[in-house]
């Protein structure tokens, strides 16, 4: 896994996404507006003209590869490509994860066209996605160790209408490396889709306390 460092500051970090971010609210809202258009076919193909050349403004300087994940030097994780919470990525759905005392995670999101699966539901694959991040959130933010889901399984206990949903999701046990926990989607009539996952520490990750000791060296080593 890359475990890349950045020099940034919380400063350039915050100017960068003061630019980026409204970047992306654009693009997500351009991939509703391809969904829901209904203007005339000329009209498209000068939309396409301009969004090539947009295309091709951006490409003038790339990352190669994916955006990875890098670390600031007081170890947060910038998952700015992510496909569930990515700052930079416009396809994924605009999920902005809260951390509880309790080490519970919770979330509000409105899922859009973008997401459908049966007419005017939200697609199974996004559900899963969603709850699998919150997990792994959850148990991560909440252990302070990075986890990966060994297994995850999904109930859908009903439909799950596109529009305004709740996520929520807590750890509720723990065996050696392995952490088990529970999360849920409910619209306003309550749970739609809920979610068992194995979150597994891998054994070659840095532990808790090695990742407090590299934490406070790393800010020591940048004051
Ligand atoms: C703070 C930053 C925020 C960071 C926030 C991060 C949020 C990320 C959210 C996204 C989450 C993802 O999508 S993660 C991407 C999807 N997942 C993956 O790609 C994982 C691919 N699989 C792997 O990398 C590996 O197989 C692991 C890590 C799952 C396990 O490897 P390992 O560490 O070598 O495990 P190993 O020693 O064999 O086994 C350890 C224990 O776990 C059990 N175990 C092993 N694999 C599994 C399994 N798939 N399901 C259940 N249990 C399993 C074993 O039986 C054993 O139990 P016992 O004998 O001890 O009882």
């Known amino acids: 896994m890359d475990f890349r460092l950045t020099d940034m500051t919380d400063d350039e970090i915050a100017q960068e996404l003061s630019v980026v971010e409204p970047l992306t609210d654009s693009v997500r809202d351009l991939i509703d507006a391809v969904i829901r258009t209904e203007v005339d076919d000329d009209v498209l193909i000068a ?4 969004i090539d050349a ?4 951006l490409r003038g300087n790339q990352k190669p590869g994916s955006y990875g994940v890098p ?3 007081k170890l947060h994780g910038m998952p700015y490509g992510n496909a569930a919470v990515g700052k930079r990525n416009a396809i994924a759905p605009p999920l902005r994860v809260e951390h509880h005392d309790d080490g519970s995670a919770t979330s509000e999101v409105v899922l859009g066209a973008a997401y459908e699966g049966p007419a005017g539901l939200v697609h199974g694959g996004i559900s899963a996605m969603l709850l699998d991040q919150l997990l792994g959130e959850v148990v991560s933010v909440s252990q302070g160790v990075p986890c990966f889901t060994g297994t995850l399984t999904v109930k859908y206990l009903r439909p799950t209408p596109l529009g305004p949903l ?5 750890t509720t ?7 088990f926990v529970h999360a849920e989607i409910s619209d306003a009539e309550g749970p739609t889709v809920t979610a068992e996952g194995i979150m ?6 840095p532990r808790h306390e090695e990742l407090k000791r590299l934490r ?3 800010a020591a080593s940048a004051e």
């Open 47 to 50: 939309a396409r003209e301009q």
């Open 54 to 57: 947009v295309v091709t403004s």
């Open 71 to 73: 670390f600031t030097r």
């Open 166 to 170: 709740s996520l929520r999701a807590e």
């Open 173 to 179: 046990g723990s065996e050696g490396r392995k952490f």
């Open 200 to 205: 597994i520490s891998p054994a070659n990750m």
């Open 216 to 218: 406070a060296e790393l």
